[in-house]
């Protein structure tokens, strides 16, 4: 059985509530990843001064999206972490 992307641990908000982190599989390999806030509002609609219960509901129901962005990124770099900006999601729009 192929082991995609997996929620090995769930989401939490880090860097203060400017980021939202996660972890999934790529490649066979665990890779600790986060998506910044600024991300979430810009592509997931989450509003300016949410809380972080709010920011983690947005994540979730983007995550499928998200994730996706981040296999791609995380493939391509092949590194341990990867940092996902608004600038990963307007990428993925031009396609």
Known sequence: MAM???NL????VVEGGL???FELIAAGRVVKCTVSRES???YFW???GADDARALKIFNDGRQR?????ERKARRLAAASIH???ADF?????W
């Open 66 to 70: 998200i994730v996706a962005v981040a």
């Open 19 to 21: 980021a939202v982190a």
């Open 46 to 48: 989450l509003q300016p």
């Open 40 to 42: 979430l509002q810009h």
């Open 9 to 12: 641990t769930e989401a939490t």
């Open 84 to 86: 996902l900006e608004a």
């Open 4 to 6: 995609n992307a997996t």
């Open 90 to 94: 307007q990428r993925q729009a031009r």
